[in-house]
C-alpha cells in the first residue's frame, strides 16, 4: 500500500495531486451541469437582467443581495462544521455561539431587541433602540431563529460527502474501510465498537428514525451513519430528510435555548458570583473583561477606533489557526483519497491482465493438444 503523501511530508507532490483532484471536480461538475443548461442559464437570465435595468425594483434587488449573503453566509458555516469525516471547522463555537452570545447580552442591556444597522442581513454593529420595551428570552430566540436554521441546514448538507462515497462504493463492489472494522471483532467488548455496531444493525431496519435520532444529538458516530446508509443504498431523501430534520429544528431547537439561556443576564450574575465565592483571584479580571464587552456593544464606535484588545487579537488568531488546520486536513484527506482510488485502479488492471494472459495461455494449450490429436 502506498503511503499518500501530506503538506508536511512532501508539499509540492501533495499540491501537484490536489490541483488534479480540483481539475477532476470541475469536470464532473461541468458534465453535470451541462445537462441542465437550459434551467441554469434561465435562472441566471432572471439573477443578472434586472441589475442592467434601473427601476423601482432596484432596492429589492440590493435586499435580496443581502438575504442571498446573509443565507449562503450561515449555511456555508454549517457546511464547514460538519464537513470532512471528523475534522470540519467547529464553526457553531467560533461564529454562531458568539452571534448568539452577543445577540443576547446587548438585549439584556437594552431592556429591548437589539437594532442591526443597516439590516439584520447586512450588519456592521448593533445598537439599541431609543426605547425600552422589556424583553423575553423567546424573543432573543426569534431574533436569531432564521441563522440558526439555516446553519443546521448547512450541517446536513456537510453529512452528505461519507453518504454519496459509501453509495459509490456500494454500487461498484468496494469494501469500505469504516464498516469493515465496525464488523470486525476486535475490541468487541468496548463500548464505542458496541454503539457502532448497534448503529449498523438499527440503519438497516429503520433508516429514517435512526439517522433523524444521531443527528439531533451531539454524537461522533454519526459520520457511520451516512457511511452506512450510502452502502445499503438507502434512499437520499430518507437520509437528507432525515439528517435535516435532526440537524436543523431538534438539535438547533435545544442548542439555541440553551444558549440564549447561559448568556441571559440572571444565569451570568449567578455564574459571577459562584466565582467570587470560590475562585476570587479570577473574579475582578472576568468582570473587567464583561464591562468592557458591554461598553463595545452599547458604543459602535469602540469598535471602529483604537487598537482591538489583546483577548479580541487572540481570538482572531485562533479562528486563522483553527481555518488553516481544517483547510489542511481537507487537502490531504482528498489527496490520500485519490492515491488510494489510483491504487485501486493500478490493482484491477494487474487483476485483469493476469486473468487475460492465464486465458490466453489455455487457449495457447489447448491449440497445441488439438494440433497433436
Not at 422589556?134 to 461519507?162: R, S
Not at 490531504?332 to 494487474?350: D, F, H, I, P, W
Not at 491482465?353 to 497445441?368: C, E, F, L, R, V
Request: aromatic share 14%; proline share 4%.
Amino acid at each position: 500500500m502506498v503511503e499518500a503523501p501530506t503538506l508536511f511530508s512532501n508539499p509540492i507532490k501533495t499540491l501537484y495531486l490536489f490541483s488534479i483532484v480540483l481539475f477532476n471536480y470541475a469536470k464532473d461538475a461541468v458534465k453535470y451541469l451541462s445537462k441542465f443548461w437550459h434551467i441554469i442559464g434561465f435562472l441566471a437570465l432572471i439573477v443578472i437582467a434586472p441589475r442592467f435595468v434601473e427601476g423601482e425594483h432596484s432596492e429589492l434587488v440590493r435586499q435580496a443581495d443581502e438575504i442571498a449573503y446573509f443565507m449562503l453566509y450561515w449555511l456555508v458555516l454549517g457546511i464547514m462544521s460538519s464537513v470532512g469525516l471528523g475534522t470540519g471547522l467547529h464553526t457553531f463555537v467560533l461564529y454562531l455561539g458568539p452571534h448568539i452570545a452577543k445577540t443576547t447580552i446587548q438585549a439584556y442591556e437594552c431592556n429591548a431587541l437589539p437594532l442591526f444597522v443597516p439590516s439584520k442581513y447586512a450588519t456592521q454593529y448593533v445598537e439599541c433602540p431609543k426605547e425600552a420595551t422589556g424583553i423575553a428570552m423567546f424573543d432573543i430566540v426569534k431574533q436569531v431563529y432564521f441563522e440558526t436554521v439555516l446553519f443546521g441546514i448547512g450541517t446536513a448538507i456537510g453529512e452528505l460527502p461519507p453518504y454519496f462515497v459509501a453509495r459509490a462504493a456500494a454500487l461498484a463492489n468496494k469494501k469500505l474501510e469504516e464498516l469493515d472494522e465496525v464488523l470486525e471483532k476486535k475490541d468487541e467488548n468496548s463500548f464505542m465498537h458496541r454503539m457502532k455496531l448497534l448503529i449498523y444493525n438499527k440503519l438497516q431496519k429503520n433508516a429514517f428514525l435512526t439517522v433523524m435520532l444521531c443527528a439531533s444529538i451531539p454524537n461522533p458516530l454519526f459520520d457511520l451513519a451516512g457511511i452506512t446508509c450510502g452502502h445499503f443504498l438507502i434512499s437520499f431523501w430518507t437520509f437528507f430528510g432525515a439528517t435535516v430534520l435532526g440537524k436543523a429544528f431538534i438539535k438547533m431547537h435545544i442548542q439555541l435555548p440553551m444558549t440564549v439561556f447561559v448568556f441571559s443576564q440572571e444565569p451570568v450574575k449567578a455564574l459571577l458570583s459562584l466565582i467570587q465565592k470560590y475562585i476570587p483571584f479570577i473574579y475582578e479580571f472576568l468582570s473587567e473583561l464583561l464591562d468592557k464587552q458591554r461598553k463595545q456593544l452599547r458604543d459602535p464606535s469602540l469598535f471602529k477606533e483604537g487598537a482591538k484588545p489583546l483577548l479580541a487579537q487572540l481570538w482572531d488568531y485562533f479562528i486563522i489557526l483553527m481555518i488553516g488546520f481544517f483547510m489542511i486536513s481537507i487537502v490531504n484527506s482528498l489527496v490520500a483519497q485519490y492515491v488510494t482510488e489510483q491504487e485501486q485502479e493500478k490493482k484491477k488492471g494487474k487483476q485483469h491482465q493476469h486473468h487475460s494472459n492465464k486465458h490466453h495461455a489455455g487457449d495457447h494449450k489447448t491449440s497445441k493438444k488439438a494440433k497433436s490429436s
